[in-house]
């Protein structure tokens, strides 16, 4: 790695499936920019969020610690009261500024309800009002009628919330890059998060009628936890057909296709400027998103790869030969003490962080990680705690109060056919309680103290 301490420009998208970009060529999304980074840079192909939920996504990346630990169950503006993260307790982000780092946040800040990105080491912050200030004050409140299935945005591309955000961090870079300090630039954006509004020429790029299925689409969810099927209820799914989705699924991928767009902005001023070489890209989402896979809207009470698999791609110049990494990692967990090590910063015990440092990864060295952990807890719907573990292509869910869950996804892909019950895998379900069990207690996850019983003896009908 080069003495230089590198900038940092962190770009964060919100419920970003990794089957929906182009470089992974699973569907038939268009995103050129993010094709070219992938290419550029090292591509993670096995990450996982640590728990498919807005804000506790948000508060383990600022943490480094799993969420159930510090309380941070799910979205705090939701029904529920919930704990989240203390600006109190020690802070990566605000130690790397107190050691010489330029800052700067730009857009969404669902972390800490009490608190400010200020208060976790960050000397700007532009809000999500900041950024939509010149659209208001051109086109005024907008009257949206398709609620959370999407729609066309009639504004500009210019005054669109992606390209403005994108033309914030431009400017913030711009402005950083004038001093004499490395910089530090976290764009955390609320796109592809339904309702997804692409604008012209966005919003016509895909027809719904050439939208392919989604493979999990036709879910029977036989054998399955009541709450899946509930959840089609819940939302007044059941009568949508794929072709009523596919409108709603075109929209998605238009708004991915329109960021990607402002990405490529970013990243042609960084190569225009000749920041490019000395500058580590961070690209990555929170977790993924159903847009009707297995009947379901958004990303609750379920553990299927549409919300848990998600991209992660870091470039840093030339000093990273690009490649893809087959390793497991959880990109929420691991990037606080990646970022610390490329920076020369170190990795103080009292952050307490419960993932490892991917820089080996990044340098070509296999780690032989082969297996993550996902967490959740519930939401508007109501409580339900689940735990999964996936090893290779055998995923096990722990439904603390249902039936649990066992995908095989060489046979099974998209995640239909639950063999929990299936003597196939009889010798292959009380290994992975185990190591389940052990990540758990490792990483202080309360719910142990009285259902851990249930992975240790294997005591689930």
Known sequence: MSE???????????????????????YPVRTPNLDRLSQEGVTFDNAY???????????????????????????????FPVHHISAEAPSWTRDLRDSGYATSYVGIWDTDPDNSPLDYGFDTYISRGDINKPCIEKYGNINY??????????VELDYSYTHLAAERVIGEIERLSKGDKPWYVHMDNPQPHLPCRPCPPFDTMYSPSEVPQWGGFADDFENKPYIQKQQVL??????????????????????????????GRILNYL??????????????????????????????????????????????????????VKDYVSQCLDLPPTLLELTGMPVKEEY????????????????????????????????????????????????????????????????????????????????????????LVRCKDPICSWAGRQLETGRKY
């Open 271 to 324: 190569d225009e400027t000749g920041l490019a070489e000395d500058t580590i890209v961070v690209y990555t989402s929170d977790h993924g998103d159903m847009c009707g896979s297995h009947r379901m809207i958004d990303k609750h009470y379920i553990m299927y790869e549409d919300v848990c698999h998600i991209p992660l791609i870091v470039r840093y110049g030339t000093k990273l030969e690009p490649h893809r």
């Open 49 to 79: 969020t640590p728990i498919p939920v807005c804000a506790p996504a948000r508060q383990v990346l600022f943490s480094g610690k799993r969420p159930e630990c510090m309380g941070a169950l799910w979205n705090h503006h939701i029904v």
């Open 4 to 26: 230089k301490r590198p900038n940092i420009l962190f770009l964060m998208y919100d419920q970003q499936r990794w089957d929906c970009l182009g470089y992974n060529d699973s």
């Open 234 to 263: 819940s939302w007044g799914l059941e009568n949508m057909t794929w072709e009523d989705w596919s409108k709603t699924v075109a929209y998605y991928y238009g708004i991915i296709s329109q960021y990607d767009d402002a990405v």
């Open 352 to 439: 307490g962080f419960h993932g490892k440092s991917m820089v080996s990864n990044l340098q070509g060295e296999e780690s032989g990680c082969d297996w993550t952990v996902s967490t959740y807890n519930g939401q508007q719907f109501g409580l339900f705690c689940q735990r999964m573990i996936k090893q290779g292509n055998i995923k096990y869910v722990w439904n603390l109060t249902d039936t649990d869950e066992l995908y095989d996804l060489e046979k099974d892909p998209y995640e239909l056919c639950n063999r929990i019950h299936d003597s196939e895998y009889a010798n292959i379900l009380p290994k992975l309680r185990k190591m389940l069990l052990a990540e």
């Open 145 to 154: 009628t398709n609620g959370y299935f999407g729609e066309t945005d009639p």
